[in-house]
């Protein structure tokens, strides 16, 4: 089964063919960085004007790099939330439009589901049910996944996203856009705990996280002592020092959730988690709780359409289709009952992405 799928929820185009759910047949993106950077964020009027001018482009060549044509198209999977409203309506009238005008069947994708699912793109042996990190420029949320397109929220940040403290701290410091791969890159030659900033929530009974406070810790910081331009030691020190907070609490809520849930394999997905020191603290943190870490190659932690294309055909076998008058969601919870007019899934007794989950 050949699963045509689109992305555009935020500042990337992308468009991919996949097949049977794990092979990828093509994948090409089309980042609109340059777009933004010098605004040091995404700027959702001209994200949404990009995407019209590239996703042709792109979805044709998805469909030239897989040898493949609309009409072999077995169905159409399109992110219909959470993101940029704009943006996200660009990817569903093109969706919908390919799946009307060739009959094919289609339906909308939760974003969140496609960051959980991507890593089965690599690692088709993957045991559900698992615990699920997502962790990119908008979101940061815990997830106990039951099967594809079955969670159950457990946290969430309650302020700030991961990925985006990264970009604001970069835009703080001078280091450019996006902020992730810069800190990341800066921060291998940084000595750990040289400057030390504040942990949120860790001592609560929740899983939620905040990053807001962290954010505001390294704006005092710099007031209190200003960093010079010749003082790269101190900047290296200071974006480590960053870093290992925001990686901390990561791993520290995601170990307390999978406790919890009685998990045994946790999946980190989303940009942050092509984060170097991220990956290697999982690991470690891993071995220490005898559980399996996995994380995506990067190209499939960041936005992109495969992943759309795994939960599409796993939603599409079960027969769920949605409807031609589905609309664009910019938040969670993406009312289910919206987006499949065609079967649904099981029945839970717990509430589908509603409250994070209380510590005991
Ligand atoms: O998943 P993604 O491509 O888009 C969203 O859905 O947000 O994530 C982009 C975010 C940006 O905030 C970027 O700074 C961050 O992921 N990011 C990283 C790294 N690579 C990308 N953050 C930390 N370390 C990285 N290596
Ligand atoms: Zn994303």
């Known amino acids: 089964m050949r699963v045509l799928a689109i992305e555009s929820s935020c500042d990337d185009t992308g468009a991919a063919v996949v097949e049977d759910g794990k092979k990828i047949l093509s994948n090409p993106v089309s980042s609109q960085v340059e777009v933004h950077r010098k605004y040091g964020g995404v700027v959702p009027e ?5 995407h019209i001018e590239t996703i042709i482009p792109v979805v ?3 469909l030239e790099e897989a040898r493949t044509t609309l ?19 660009v990817g569903l009238s093109v969706a919908k439009s390919i799946a009307y005008a060739k009959g094919k069947p289609w339906l909308g994708v939760n974003h ?4 959980l699912c991507a890593v089965l793109l690599e690692r088709e042996d993957l045991v559900f049910p698992f615990l699920g990190l997502v962790v990119s420029g908008g979101h940061t949320s815990l997830y106990r996944v039951e099967e594809v397109g079955r969670t159950h929220l457990l946290g969430k940040t309650r302020d700030d996203a991961a990925g985006e403290v990264f970009d604001k701290v ?7 856009y996006p902020g992730g791969p810069i800190i990341d890159r800066l921060s291998k030659y940084g000595s750990s705990g040289a400057v030390r900033f504040p942990r949120a929530l860790l001592s609560s009974k929740t899983l939620d996280f905040s990053f807001s406070g962290l954010k505001t810790a390294v704006v005092n910081y710099l007031r209190a002592y200003p960093l010079g331009e010749d003082e790269q030691d101190r900047l290296i020190e200071v974006v480590s020092g960053f870093q290992e907070a925001v990686v901390d609490v990561l791993v520290r809520k995601a170990k307390q959730a999978a406790r919890l849930e009685r998990l045994e394999r946790i999946v980190v997905s989303g940009g942050v988690a092509s984060n170097g020191y991220l990956r290697q603290k999982f690991h470690e943190m891993a071995e220490d709780e005898g559980l399996e870490v996995f994380f995506p190659s990067p190209v499939l932690c960041t936005d992109n359409a ?7 055909y796993h939603c599409l076998q079960k027969g769920w289709t949605s409807p ?6 910019a938040n969670l919870p993406i009312p289910l009952e919206e987006i499949w007019t065609k079967g649904a899934p099981n029945p839970d ?6 409250d994070s989950r209380e510590l005991p």
């Open 324 to 329: 031609l008058s589905l609309n664009a969601f």
């Open 306 to 312: 495969a992943m759309i294309g795994v939960v599409g």
């Open 60 to 62: 044709r060549a998805a």
């Open 112 to 115: 969140i589901d496609g960051h």
């Open 170 to 176: 970069a835009k703080m410091l001078g280091l450019g």
């Open 71 to 89: 009409d072999d198209i077995d169905g159409v999977a399109v992110t219909c939330g959470p993101g940029l409203v704009g943006s996200l309506l």
């Open 349 to 354: 007794p717990r509430p589908l992405n509603s």
């Open 46 to 50: 001209l994200a949404s004007r990009k």
